[in-house]
């Protein structure tokens, strides 16, 4: 079943158009990567989603119902998380009061502070810190848990690597599966393209704030991803980045 | 005996000044929001508590159960329909926006009430007091209004710290944006801020209208020693905004003290110098958080 449907979306910042007639069906279940160059569009994408950036023309259905018009704060309600570029957990907060603040809109699931915490034990002992205090890798932990702290049908995740050691990467692709295996579709926005293509069963290519390719991972050629990240000929691509 | 006197004084003095101060510093706490009407909008509360006396006959006291409401409705609905939209990163639509309001005020009670000075009356309780030494008398009315704005400062205190709203309140003073994609909707929660800060100040308005006479016009300098006593505690900080009004009436008592030699001017002199210090030498305040 398709769980989210874009079609035709414009997007961007004042003068600045950042997306141009997007196309993209999100399955539910599925892990979806959003792969491209700095500045194709993918945050602002993600932010489209969430409502942090207005919709100019097109239509995003998810579950259904056209939700371009909601505002920001009700989309978490129908179950759309998004865990933003750089964490921007509540400084002032504690670890403990940040996942608590995900679950504001009350919506009913499996997620709460127990089975968060199944999923990322390590931020356990630092229930009670302020958030600002965490390591980079702890906060992105908190981060991704207070994004299910809300139950959502459809997690967002922006750039989780971004600024973080290898193997704490790694560790937080890790929990990527108990996810997926909580029922949550995963659109996820990522640089590194071999991280992208490990985890996800589908990859949309960005380019420009366009799509430039799309396709399962096993059936596209690293070439083509190559060229359609770079925006090079078909085929020009023979050394793959990242 | 005499310094003695004059501190305890203040600390009462500094119980007004801070019941003053709390809506002024929640609404910049949570919401960086500058309320230049909100001297004025004290001494709107205890002209609306006047008529609430006299029409229903109640003592001003109770009448806080019909002036508390009605101002926590209106700062309510004034969020919504007009404050909401000067909330940007520059302050100065909000300064705008309240000085006009605050001129709105001054000049709506001048045309309802009359320039003439009014009080509340209490009864005898005014001028009763509980005698300590021989040189020391706490007076009923001060001794009310410092235990209340213990009282409210502490149940804010509370409602920050430990209930759902205080957090969201929290989370949305550190990041709005971020704040709406957990399922805040900060405009609202702005609005329930400001109808906390219109209730507080109506009950430092009622408590100035029980101790001393007032007119349409005295809101401005009611602000003034707010916002002092906000800068010397610190900015949006709740037991800051205490230690800053008890400081502060502490200086004015303490000042007060060199009348014969410097004249009338001396109380508030010293707490306007104790002000300029904290804010050369302290900025964020003396519990402020980091300054931002």
Known sequence: MTLLEVRGLDAGYGDFQALFGIDVDVAEGETLAMIGANGAGKTTFLRVLAGQVPTRAGSIVFDGADIARVKA?????????????????????????????????????????????????????????????????????????????????????????????????????????????????????????????????????????????????????????????????????????? | MEWLNAIVQGILLGGLFALFATGLSLAFGVMRFVNLAHGDLAILGAFVAVSVTTALGLNPFVSLVVVVPVMLAAGYALQLGAFNFTISPDPLPSILVTFGLGVVIQNALLQTYSADSRGLDVGSIEIESIKITDAIAVGWIPLITLVVAVAVLGALQLMLSRTALGRAFRAVSDDPATARLMGINDRNLYAVAMGIAFATVAIAGVFLGIRQSFGPLDGPAQLLYAFEAVVIGGLGSVWGTLVGGLLLGVAHTVGGQFEVSFGYGSGPLLGHIVFLVVLATKPSGLLGRRAE
């Open chain 1, 73 to 242: 704060h009700r989309r978490v309600g129908l179950g759309i998380a998004l865990v933003p570029e750089g964490r921007k957990l509540f400084g002032s907060l504690t670890v403990r009061e940040n996942l608590f603040i995900g679950a504001h809109a009350g919506r009913p699931g499996r997620w709460n502070l127990d089975t968060v915490l199944d999923v990322f034990p390590l931020i356990r002992p630092l229930l009670d810190r302020p958030s600002h205090v965490l390591s980079g890798g702890e906060q992105q932990s908190v981060a991704i848990g207070r994004a299910l702290m809300s139950n959502p049908r459809m997690v967002l995740l922006d750039e989780v690597s971004l600024g973080l050691a290898p193997v704490v990467v790694k560790s937080l692709y890790e929990a990527l599966p108990a996810l997926s295996e909580g029922g949550a579709t995963v659109l996820l926005v990522e640089q590194d393209i071999g991280q992208a293509l490990e985890v996800a069963s589908r990859v949309v290519c960005l380019l420009e704030g366009r799509v430039s390719l799309e396709g399962r991972p096993a059936e596209l050629a690293r070439s083509d991803i190559t060229a359609a990240y770079f925006g090079l000929p078909a085929g020009a691509g023979a050394e793959g980045p990242g």
